[in-house]
């Protein structure tokens, strides 16, 4: 697998539901980071998780980092309709000035 | 809240010609990047840019790529010689410091025909 490559391609869910995405990655890294971008416009930055960090929340947003297995995951919860976007991950490598690699992302897909 | 900020939203160029985009980062941040998405594909990097040098770049930033900060605000990537397959989404990204948050822009779509 690439880089940041997040799982499931795509996913549907109802309002109220909770959604979870996941993300791998290969390489060592400073930090992992989750943005959200709707169609065709720019990308939100929702949550920085740290190597040395192992959960994070904000707001409805929970992400965890396990990197033994070189995994993250973002669970949304009480998903709303308005969640419906693409998320993508994108990780930091410890060396170099802060390039991100982006993952191909999840397209989500909240029903009323 | 203080944003990164990107124009045009959307540029339509001849295959050929010279495209300028722009972008004003977030003014006490020190490092800036570009990345770019083709319709469909995900986001790739392009270049980073701090202390008024080009501190590293990707296969994708070939000679016909460049970026400048002509001042204390601006910081623009040029496409000399524009091809069809530079069509893409081209965003702009600040951070203020390494490991932390980038902040992107709205991006500008480019269409090369």
């Known amino acids: 697998s690439q880089q940041g490559e997040e799982d499931p391609q795509a996913l549907s869910i109802q309002e109220g539901e909770n959604a979870t995405m996941n993300c791998s990655y290969k390489t060592s890294i400073n930090n992992l980071q989750w943005y959200r971008q709707n169609s065709g416009r720019g990308l939100v930055h929702l949550i920085l998780i740290r190597s040395n960090e192992r959960e994070k929340h904000s707001g409805r947003l929970r992400v965890t980092l396990d990197t033994s297995k070189k995994s993250s995951s973002l669970l949304i919860t009480a998903s709303r309709a308005a969640d419906t976007a693409s998320y993508f991950c994108a990780t930091e490598s410890n060396s170099g000035y802060s390039t991100l690699t982006f993952g191909k992302g999840t397209m989500l897909l909240v029903s009323p | 809240e203080p944003e990164v900020t990107q124009t045009p939203s959307h540029q339509v160029t001849q295959m050929g010609q010279e495209v300028i985009l722009r972008c004003v980062p977030i003014?006490?941040?020190?490092?800036f990047y570009w990345y770019r998405q083709i319709l469909g594909q995900k986001v790739e990097f392009l270049v980073s840019f701090y202390n008024n040098e080009i501190s590293e770049k990707s296969e994708i930033f070939d000679d016909q790529f460049s970026v400048e900060r002509p001042d204390g605000s601006n910081f623009t990537l040029k496409i000399r010689s524009t091809k069809l397959e530079d069509s893409a989404m081209y965003f702009c990204?600040?951070?203020?410091?390494?490991?932390?948050?980038?902040?992107f822009g709205q991006g500008t779509r480019l269409t090369v025909v």
């Open positions: 003014s006490n941040h020190l490092y």
């Open positions: 990204a600040s951070i203020r410091e390494l490991n932390t948050e980038a902040f």
